[in-house]
């Protein structure tokens, strides 16, 4: 049990009406999830009014309510506390009920659009094999050191995030790599976090279905950079043309990472197979197991990330030659046939792009590349024709397939994506909306030394069709189709 007062320490109050010496035994924002002295928070939701609810919360048991307009009729022995933005009130007593567990360990957030996840999966092994207790909040699992759960999300909500932190404290953990996305900092779920550093990885397209503009989805990931502390760091990739808008106004120590232009931290492909890249970071040469350009920009981002963060030059270079690929993440298998199937979470134009020229720059002219590849229904539609025209531009064979339709039509986003496609490529394509079969019918079309791209659903593990989550693992099933090609 904690006293109310005591939670409310950095929130914005404009009433409260009760009093705020209570006892609250947990705090919820959802009142399907509130029991006896519990803490209702009214958040307005994109879909509905989380104030609807103020009433069936205190009958579930609520003792005190957070909201930003008090209800008409207040009822006794509650406790109604008006803030100005209950997203942001939920962030500083998130922290504060959990006693502020961010300023008890190492937590570096890392976003942009792509590479969030590799960037901090990576950071996280890397800390692990230098013999740390480390932490992990990503689109894939959340690690407590050793200890894994399920993630929902790419950035939980504060509650989860403190409540994952204090865990972490818990269990000593020294240092937390987490992924921002863009809605994580919009819906305030990182306010009240202290950050020992933030990484910027690029922006291109997603997300704007959400956040309207692309001004509008940059400035929202600028305001994490803002809100950095001046005994932070700060690091960017400044081969992006927004990686120095984000240091426009932080008070964070700058630093700044590139292939191309100077930075800081400079890197240079020596070496670019399938068995990995050589690269020249600063003076020294490292070999690793990550393929491809853009994994070049996330391991460069991890060495300075591992500099900053006070470890040795030379353990750094010897762990990066360690590190294994990120589930997902450009994993592949080779068949027997020498048939090479890819699995990768490309899932915006931008990412698509890098991994198919990434292959074509590895791929001899025999080898065809067939890539699979959908986008999900009730994200962004703007990036399904940008995503037909890439995949059909840049490869041999296009199998068009659904990804996660959610509540849409998948023939729709299938037509989405088709307008995208050059009429000289159209050739090229075939569409088939059942994602299982398009993965087979593109393992009957490989031929020895061919290569198989799957794109867009990575490590996920389900496909989303009409709200329900079906097992579907895109890894599991081509490895399964190329087996029985073997027969
Ligand atoms: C669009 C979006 O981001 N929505 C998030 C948001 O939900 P919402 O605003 O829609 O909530 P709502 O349904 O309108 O409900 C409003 C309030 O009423 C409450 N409620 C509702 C019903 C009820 O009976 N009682 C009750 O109290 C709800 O708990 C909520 O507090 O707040 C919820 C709680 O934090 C999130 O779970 C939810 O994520 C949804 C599920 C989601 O799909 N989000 C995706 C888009 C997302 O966040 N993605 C990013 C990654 C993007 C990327 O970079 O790739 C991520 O960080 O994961
Ligand atoms: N630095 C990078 N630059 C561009 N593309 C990248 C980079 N790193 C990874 N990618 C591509 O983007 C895909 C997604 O990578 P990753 O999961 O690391 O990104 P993310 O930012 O975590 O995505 P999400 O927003 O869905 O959480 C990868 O499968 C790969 O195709
Ligand atoms: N974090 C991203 C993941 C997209 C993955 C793709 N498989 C899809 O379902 O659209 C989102 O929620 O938009
Ligand atoms: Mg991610």
């Known amino acids: 049990m904690i006293v109310l007062k005591d939670i409310l320490y950095k929130v914005t109050i404009n009433a409260v009406v009760g009093s705020t010496s209570v006892s609250i035994n947990n705090i919820h924002f959802d009142s399907r999830n509130i029991k006896k002295s519990d803490l209702f928070v009214a958040i307005k939701g994109n879909i509905v009014d989380g104030h609807k609810f103020i009433e069936v919360a205190i009958k579930n048991g609520a003792i005190a309510i957070v909201c930003e307009t008090l209800p008409d009729i207040l009822v006794d022995g509650v406790t109604y506390v008006e803030v100005d933005n209950?997203?942001?009130?939920?962030?500083?007593?998130?922290?504060?009920?959990?006693?502020?567990?961010?300023?008890?360990?190492?937590?570096?957030?890392?976003?942009?659009?792509?590479?969030?996840?590799?960037?901090?999966?990576?950071?996280?092994?890397?800390?692990k094999k230098a013999g740390y207790k480390v932490g992990l909040l990503s689109t894939v699992k959340i690690l407590i050191d050793n200890k894994a759960y399920k993630a929902t999300h790419t950035t939980p909500d504060s509650l989860t995030i403190n409540r994952c932190l204090k865990e972490m404290n818990d269990a000593g953990v020294e240092f937390c790599f987490m992924e921002v996305s863009s809605h994580g900092i919009h819906q305030n779920r990182i306010e009240g976090l202290y950050f020992e550093g933030g990484i910027?990885?690029?922006?291109?397209?997603?997300?704007?279905?959400?956040?309207?503009?692309?001004?509008?989805?940059?400035?929202?990931?600028?305001?994490?950079?803002?809100?950095?502390?001046?005994?932070?760091?700060?690091?960017?990739?400044?081969?992006?043309?927004?990686?120095?808008?984000?240091?426009?106004?932080?008070?964070?120590?700058?630093?700044t990472y590139a292939l191309k232009g100077y930075?800081?931290?400079?890197?240079?492909?020596?070496?670019?197979?399938?068995?990995?890249?050589?690269?020249?970071?600063?003076?020294?040469?490292?070999?690793?197991?990550?393929?491809?350009?853009?994994?070049?920009?996330n391991v460069l981002a991890i060495y300075a990330t591992a500099e900053l963060l006070g470890l040795e030059k030379v353990e750094i270079l010897r762990l990066i030659s360690e590190l294994e690929s990120v589930s997902g993440r450009f994993q592949y298998i080779i068949s027997d046939e020498k048939i090479t199937a890819i699995v990768d979470y490309a899932h915006t134009p931008d990412?698509?792009?890098?991994?198919?020229?990434?292959?074509?720059?590895?791929?001899?002219?025999?080898?065809?590349?067939?890539?699979?590849?959908?986008?999900?229904?009730?994200?962004?539609?703007?990036?399904?024709?940008?995503?037909?025209?890439?995949?059909?531009?840049?490869?041999?064979?296009?199998?068009?397939?659904?990804?996660?339709?959610?509540?849409?039509?998948?023939?729709?986003?299938?037509?989405?994506?088709?307008?995208?496609?050059?009429?000289?490529?159209?050739?090229?394509?075939?569409?088939?909306?059942?994602?299982?079969?398009?993965?087979?019918?593109?393992?009957?079309?490989?031929?020895?030394?061919?290569?198989?791209?799957?794109?867009?659903?990575?490590?996920?593990?389900?496909?989303?069709?009409?709200?329900?989550?079906?097992?579907?693992?895109?890894?599991?099933?081509?490895?399964e189709f190329l087996k029985q090609l073997q027969k």
């Open 200 to 255: 910027f990885t690029n922006l291109s397209h997603d997300h704007l279905d959400y956040h309207n503009t692309f001004a509008e989805y940059r400035d929202v990931k600028k305001v994490f950079f803002d809100s950095l502390s001046s005994k932070a760091f700060a690091l960017v990739n400044t081969d992006d043309k927004n990686g120095l808008v984000m240091l426009q106004n932080t008070k964070a120590k700058k630093y």
């Open 86 to 127: 209950s997203k942001s009130a939920l962030a500083f007593m998130a922290s504060n009920f959990y006693d502020a567990p961010s300023e008890n360990l190492k937590l570096v957030g890392v976003t942009g659009t792509n590479g969030k996840t590799t960037v901090a999966s990576l950071l996280y092994q890397l800390f």
């Open 351 to 479: 990412a698509l792009k890098n991994v198919l020229e990434t292959i074509n720059s590895i791929r001899t002219k025999n080898e065809a590349l067939i890539t699979v590849v959908g986008c999900g229904g009730d994200r962004d539609k703007t990036k399904r024709p940008k995503m037909g025209y890439i995949a059909s531009a840049l490869s041999t064979k296009v199998v068009f397939t659904s990804d996660n339709p959610r509540s849409e039509k998948p023939e729709a986003i299938l037509e989405d994506i088709e307008k995208g496609v050059e009429p000289q490529n159209f050739k090229k394509t075939v569409t088939i909306t059942d994602r299982k079969q398009a993965i087979k019918t593109a393992c009957q079309m490989a031929q020895p030394n061919d290569i198989i791209l799957i794109a867009g659903k990575g490590h996920e593990t389900y496909q989303e069709i009409k709200g329900e989550r079906f097992d579907f693992d895109d890894y599991k099933i081509v490895q």
């Open 263 to 297: 930075a800081d931290y400079k890197a240079q492909i020596l070496e670019n197979q399938f068995s990995g890249l050589l690269l020249k970071v600063n003076d020294s040469e490292v070999w690793t197991r990550l393929i491809g350009n853009f994994n070049a920009y």
